[in-house]
Protein backbone atom coordinates (compact mmCIF):
# COMPACT_ATOMS: atom_id res chain seq x y z
CA UNK A 1 0.00 0.00 0.00
CA UNK A 2 1.39 3.45 -0.94
CA UNK A 3 1.33 6.28 1.63
CA UNK A 4 1.11 9.72 0.41
CA UNK A 5 4.05 11.99 0.49
CA UNK A 6 2.23 15.50 1.58
CA UNK A 7 5.08 17.75 0.69
CA UNK A 8 5.48 15.86 -2.61
CA UNK A 9 1.26 14.52 -3.40
CA UNK A 10 -0.42 17.85 -2.22
CA UNK A 11 1.56 20.90 -4.19
CA UNK A 12 -0.34 23.96 -4.49
CA UNK A 13 0.16 26.46 -7.27
CA UNK A 14 0.99 28.90 -5.37
CA UNK A 15 1.47 29.00 -1.63
CA UNK A 16 -1.52 28.89 0.45
CA UNK A 17 -3.30 32.70 1.41
CA UNK A 18 -2.36 33.59 4.75
CA UNK A 19 -6.13 33.68 6.79
CA UNK A 20 -5.89 36.41 10.16
CA UNK A 21 -2.94 37.95 8.02
CA UNK A 22 -3.75 41.03 5.55
CA UNK A 23 -4.15 40.68 2.64
CA UNK A 24 -1.95 42.05 -0.25
CA UNK A 25 -3.88 45.31 -1.26
CA UNK A 26 -4.99 45.00 -5.13
CA UNK A 27 -6.57 47.20 -6.88
CA UNK A 28 -9.24 46.66 -10.06
CA UNK A 29 -11.04 48.56 -12.84
CA UNK A 30 -14.80 48.15 -12.85
CA UNK A 31 -16.28 47.71 -16.37
CA UNK A 32 -17.64 51.09 -15.25
CA UNK A 33 -14.16 52.62 -15.27
CA UNK A 34 -13.99 53.03 -11.66
CA UNK A 35 -10.75 51.71 -9.29
CA UNK A 36 -11.50 49.04 -6.52
CA UNK A 37 -9.24 48.35 -4.07
CA UNK A 38 -9.35 44.64 -1.90
CA UNK A 39 -7.04 45.06 0.88
CA UNK A 40 -6.28 47.87 3.66
CA UNK A 41 -8.91 49.00 6.12
CA UNK A 42 -12.25 49.46 4.96
CA UNK A 43 -15.17 50.70 6.72
CA UNK A 44 -16.93 47.09 6.17
CA UNK A 45 -16.08 43.94 5.32
CA UNK A 46 -15.38 42.73 1.26
CA UNK A 47 -16.30 39.40 -0.31
CA UNK A 48 -14.08 39.19 -3.66
CA UNK A 49 -15.37 36.50 -6.28
CA UNK A 50 -12.93 35.46 -8.56
CA UNK A 51 -14.49 33.84 -11.86
CA UNK A 52 -13.12 31.92 -14.72
CA UNK A 53 -13.90 34.58 -17.48
CA UNK A 54 -16.48 34.79 -20.55
CA UNK A 55 -15.69 31.32 -21.59
CA UNK A 56 -17.08 29.49 -18.86
CA UNK A 57 -20.85 28.48 -18.40
CA UNK A 58 -20.58 27.40 -14.86
CA UNK A 59 -19.55 30.91 -13.98
CA UNK A 60 -21.78 32.55 -15.63
CA UNK A 61 -24.51 30.26 -13.69
CA UNK A 62 -23.03 30.56 -10.69
CA UNK A 63 -22.87 34.38 -10.81
CA UNK A 64 -26.46 34.72 -12.20
CA UNK A 65 -27.96 33.45 -9.19
CA UNK A 66 -25.08 35.69 -7.11
CA UNK A 67 -26.60 38.60 -9.17
CA UNK A 68 -29.99 37.49 -7.86
CA UNK A 69 -29.04 37.26 -4.12
CA UNK A 70 -26.73 40.42 -4.52
CA UNK A 71 -28.87 42.64 -2.17
CA UNK A 72 -29.03 40.51 0.60
CA UNK A 73 -24.78 40.48 0.33
CA UNK A 74 -24.34 44.55 -0.12
CA UNK A 75 -26.59 44.76 3.25
CA UNK A 76 -23.46 42.60 4.63
CA UNK A 77 -20.66 43.50 3.06
CA UNK A 78 -19.10 44.95 -0.45
CA UNK A 79 -19.10 42.51 -3.07
CA UNK A 80 -16.16 43.03 -5.61
CA UNK A 81 -16.20 40.08 -9.13
CA UNK A 82 -13.24 39.99 -10.92
CA UNK A 83 -11.78 37.68 -13.63
CA UNK A 84 -8.58 38.16 -16.25
CA UNK A 85 -10.55 38.95 -18.87
CA UNK A 86 -10.14 41.98 -21.46
CA UNK A 87 -12.79 44.81 -20.83
CA UNK A 88 -14.28 43.67 -23.48
CA UNK A 89 -15.02 40.31 -22.50
CA UNK A 90 -16.48 41.85 -18.89
CA UNK A 91 -18.52 44.29 -20.30
CA UNK A 92 -20.07 41.49 -22.91
CA UNK A 93 -20.81 39.23 -19.85
CA UNK A 94 -22.51 42.45 -17.84
CA UNK A 95 -24.32 43.86 -20.98
CA UNK A 96 -25.93 40.03 -21.61
CA UNK A 97 -26.34 38.84 -18.04
CA UNK A 98 -27.73 42.51 -16.71
CA UNK A 99 -24.75 41.30 -13.30
CA UNK A 100 -25.68 44.78 -10.85
CA UNK A 101 -22.19 43.88 -8.67
CA UNK A 102 -18.87 45.66 -9.60
CA UNK A 103 -17.67 43.94 -12.29
CA UNK A 104 -14.13 43.93 -12.77
CA UNK A 105 -11.35 43.21 -15.18
CA UNK A 106 -7.61 42.25 -15.82
CA UNK A 107 -6.67 40.18 -12.71
CA UNK A 108 -2.99 39.85 -13.77
CA UNK A 109 -1.11 36.50 -12.98
CA UNK A 110 0.58 37.89 -9.92
CA UNK A 111 -2.26 38.68 -8.19
CA UNK A 112 -3.81 35.43 -9.24
CA UNK A 113 -0.50 33.81 -7.74
CA UNK A 114 -0.44 35.96 -4.35
CA UNK A 115 -4.47 35.18 -3.70
CA UNK A 116 -3.22 30.96 -4.37
CA UNK A 117 -5.54 30.54 -6.95
CA UNK A 118 -4.80 27.88 -9.37
CA UNK A 119 -3.87 29.03 -13.10
CA UNK A 120 -4.79 27.31 -16.05
CA UNK A 121 -4.03 27.62 -19.73
CA UNK A 122 -6.47 27.56 -22.12
CA UNK A 123 -7.42 24.27 -23.71
CA UNK A 124 -7.64 26.21 -27.16
CA UNK A 125 -8.58 29.16 -28.68
CA UNK A 126 -11.73 28.43 -28.63
CA UNK A 127 -11.81 28.75 -24.82
CA UNK A 128 -9.89 31.98 -24.38
CA UNK A 129 -6.14 32.80 -25.35
CA UNK A 130 -4.28 34.15 -22.13
CA UNK A 131 -3.64 32.57 -18.83
CA UNK A 132 -6.69 32.83 -16.16
CA UNK A 133 -7.51 32.02 -12.58
CA UNK A 134 -9.74 28.74 -11.56
CA UNK A 135 -13.10 29.96 -9.10
CA UNK A 136 -11.50 31.63 -5.35
CA UNK A 137 -13.78 32.98 -2.74
CA UNK A 138 -12.41 35.43 -0.16
CA UNK A 139 -14.00 37.06 2.88
CA UNK A 140 -11.97 40.38 4.17
CA UNK A 141 -12.22 41.87 7.27
CA UNK A 142 -12.78 45.36 7.65
CA UNK A 143 -9.28 45.50 9.01
CA UNK A 144 -8.01 43.83 5.82
CA UNK A 145 -7.25 40.96 7.58
CA UNK A 146 -8.49 37.49 5.68
CA UNK A 147 -11.14 35.43 7.39
CA UNK A 148 -12.18 33.41 4.58
CA UNK A 149 -10.96 31.50 1.67
CA UNK A 150 -12.53 28.94 -0.60
CA UNK A 151 -10.43 28.07 -3.93
CA UNK A 152 -10.79 25.21 -6.60
CA UNK A 153 -9.18 23.77 -9.48
CA UNK A 154 -11.80 23.84 -11.33
CA UNK A 155 -15.47 25.40 -12.32
CA UNK A 156 -17.31 22.30 -11.04
CA UNK A 157 -16.06 22.99 -7.18
CA UNK A 158 -17.61 26.46 -5.69
CA UNK A 159 -19.04 27.54 -2.64
CA UNK A 160 -23.16 27.49 -1.62
CA UNK A 161 -24.13 30.62 -1.86
CA UNK A 162 -27.08 30.30 0.46
CA UNK A 163 -24.69 28.62 3.06
CA UNK A 164 -21.84 31.05 2.63
CA UNK A 165 -24.38 33.99 2.84
CA UNK A 166 -25.80 32.56 6.22
CA UNK A 167 -21.96 31.61 7.88
CA UNK A 168 -20.50 35.02 6.71
CA UNK A 169 -23.44 36.47 8.33
CA UNK A 170 -23.18 34.34 11.51
CA UNK A 171 -19.20 35.19 11.27
CA UNK A 172 -19.79 39.01 11.19
CA UNK A 173 -22.60 38.98 13.86
CA UNK A 174 -21.05 36.92 16.00
CA UNK A 175 -17.41 38.64 15.80
CA UNK A 176 -15.81 34.92 15.66
CA UNK A 177 -12.32 34.22 14.69
CA UNK A 178 -10.10 33.18 11.89
CA UNK A 179 -10.95 29.34 11.92
CA UNK A 180 -7.76 27.08 10.04
CA UNK A 181 -4.68 29.04 10.65
CA UNK A 182 -2.38 25.88 11.76
Not at 41 to 49: E, F, G, H, N, Y
Not at 128 to 153: C, H, Q, W, Y
Amino acid sequence: MRTLDLTKDFQLSSPKPNVGAPITPMQFTTVDGGPITIGGPKDRWTLLVVYRGKHCPRCKRYLNKFNAMLSDWTALMNVVVVSADSLEKAQLDKAEFGWEFDLCYGLTEPQMRSLGLYVSDPLSEAETTTRFAEPGTFAIRPDGKLMLVDISNGPASRPDLDELLDGMRFNIENNRPVRGTA
